[in-house]
């Protein structure tokens, strides 16, 4: 209260939110440290520990990059924040894709979603298999571009694609109770 504008107060204030399990909380504090003081690297690194705890990895992504433009590459923070984004890049490297391609992806498949939600059926269906050029395994783009086709009436196409999804994660749960229902739907 008494040092609403300090940047090591706020970036204090946001340790103790991450250490209590506050994520959110832990952001708001670290966003405002760093606008402050953009070079306190311990601060943007600490935020992006608080986005992968939301599973928010384009962010955490951004905020490792921040770390490292701040205290350079061989510095203690921009080493730790370097061996997330390797961490990050290896993940992706075993699903075929590079990092930048996978958070094109991830960007691509909230507005995806957001199409099926709204009934934008071709819509959707055509922003999941832009994703499934590049991610030829994601096991969601397939399941969710089943509902597209079911939403147009489309159900042997919509079985393909469900069927395509169970094949790559045989346990994939929305895709199994999915294609019950599509089953049971009649064709148009």
């Known amino acids: 209260r008494q040092h609403p504008h300090y940047h090591s107060v706020l970036y204090g204030l946001g340790v103790c939110h991450g250490l209590r399990g506050e994520p959110d909380q832990a952001i708001a504090c670290f966003e405002r ?34 770390a490292i433009a701040a205290d350079g590459r061989d510095g203690p923070v921009g080493r730790k924040a370097r061996k997330h984004l390797d961490e ?9 894709v590079s990092l930048t391609t996978h958070i094109d992806n991830v960007r691509i498949f909230d507005q995806a979603f957001a199409a099926l939600r709204n009934a934008n059926y071709q819509v959707a269906i055509n922003l999941f298999a832009q994703i499934l050029k590049t991610e030829k395994g994601h096991v969601q783009s397939y399941g969710n571009m089943g509902l597209a086709y ?18 790559i994660d045989p346990d ?8 019950r229902v599509v089953e049971n739907l009649r064709e148009g």
Request: aromatic share 10%; proline share 3%; charged share 20%.
């Open 88 to 96: 990050f890049e290896a993940i992706c490297q075993k699903n075929g």
């Open 150 to 167: 079911a939403g147009l009436g489309n159900k042997q196409k919509a079985l393909e694609c469900l069927d395509q999804a169970i094949q």
């Open 172 to 179: 994939y749960e929305p895709a199994l109770v999915n294609r």
């Open 33 to 66: 440290a760093v606008e402050i003081f953009p070079l306190l690297a311990h601060a943007h690194y600490n935020l992006g520990t608080a986005y992968c705890q939301k599973f928010e990895i384009e962010r955490a992504v951004g905020a490792y990059e921040k």
